[in-house]
């Protein structure tokens, strides 16, 4: 249980148990003191050993070799000052006392308290990892991407419905950013935003997610808090931040009645009301639990009738046009 700051909320136990533990990856969480808080079932298996036999304990004391300990001592050190992404080749021993070499991602998960770090590793050393080192500035959005991607793929484990939906929006949403001449580190933010943007549906009872009939007021209001939910646990990660307004804001309406602050105009930002349109589109045309989709006529009525309210008519225009020429076509999808 993590103490403090980070203790076991509801949000905690979204991005442990329904997120960390499907990457198909060793991953581990360790606070200030080098105490494992979370390990991951691979990185369990790995270790042959059960969670009881592993959270609370010190990381580098218990599961790191002798030789290796210096330089685990060191990286931390570093992280903590230098608030980046590291890459070691670290062993560890397995509770049959086997040592397996593991290539790590190091990440500090705070950049302002740097308390809490994850670990993200695979089997096997890398020759460039083989001392420990941080990485460039040039490198840092290429891990970035690689951390995004298997946080999506745990996600699609974990709810295959709305993975699917946000790997559609995401195409959807690159196509129009492009359109709009949105520019190239914009678009990159854009297409992470969207593969994670509905990640605070894992905070929302299943049986409210997939209900067929309508949805009481309670459940309506689970639904809602989903954008800020996916931006709080996108925002556990500190590398991410630039990402947060655009899923924290992708449900306000252009007029102002969308939510969760009611937004209008250009007050909400670009990416936000790029990923609207699209998202609007995809989910009307997709089928869900308690309805088929809307064939494709129909949906470009429903949008051409939310130009203005729900959404800003200049990109919805764009969007359109593009669906109009065949560049939004299913065999992009």
């Not at 460039?128 to 699609?156: N, Q």
Request: aromatic share 8%.
């Amino acid at each position: 249980m993590i103490e403090g700051p980070y203790r076991y909320t509801i949000l905690w136990r979204m991005f442990f148990e329904k997120l960390l533990q499907f990457i198909d990856a060793f991953v581990m969480v360790i606070d200030l003191r080098g105490n494992i808080v979370f390990a991951n079932k691979k990185y369990l298996k790995s270790l042959s050993a059960s969670s009881e036999k592993v959270i609370g304990k010190k990381w580098i004391k218990s599961f790191v070799p002798h030789s290796k300990r210096r330089i685990v001592r060191e990286m931390f050190s570093a992280m903590k000052k230098e608030k980046t992404l590291c890459r070691c080749n670290i062993s560890m021993i397995t509770s049959k006392g086997k040592e397996v070499c593991v290539n790590w991602m190091g990440v500090p998960l705070s950049k302002n308290r740097s308390s809490v770090y994850m670990m993200v590793g695979k089997e096997g050393c890398e020759e460039s990892g083989s001392e420990g080192s941080f990485l460039p500035v040039t490198k840092l959005v290429e891990e970035y991407e690689i951390i995004v991607d298997r946080l999506f793929e745990a996600s699609r484990v974990s709810e295959p419905g709305t993975a699917s939906h946000a790997a559609r929006v995401m195409i959807f949403a690159v196509k129009l950013a492009k359109k709009l001449k949105i520019s190239k580190v914009r678009t990159e933010r854009i297409k992470r935003a969207a593969l994670l943007h509905d990640l605070g549906k894992l905070a929302i009872d299943r049986e409210v997610l997939l209900k067929k009939g309508e949805l009481d007021k309670g459940e309506y209001e689970q639904i809602k808090n989903h954008p800020h939910w996916g931006s709080e646990m996108v925002g556990l990660m500190y590398f991410l931040q630039d990402i947060l307004p655009i899923i924290e804001n992708h449900h306000e309406n252009y007029d102002g009645t969308g939510y969760p602050r009611g937004l209008q105009g250009e007050e909400i930002p670009v990416g936000a009301r790029i990923l609207s349109v699209v998202d609007i589109y995809e989910a009307l045309i997709a089928d869900r639990p308690y309805r088929k989709g809307f064939s494709i006529d129909e949906a470009v009525a429903i949008i051409k009738g939310e130009k203005g309210r729900k959404l800003d008519p200049e990109i919805a225009d764009t969007f359109l046009d593009m669906l109009d020429k065949g560049e939004m076509n299913e065999e992009d999808v």
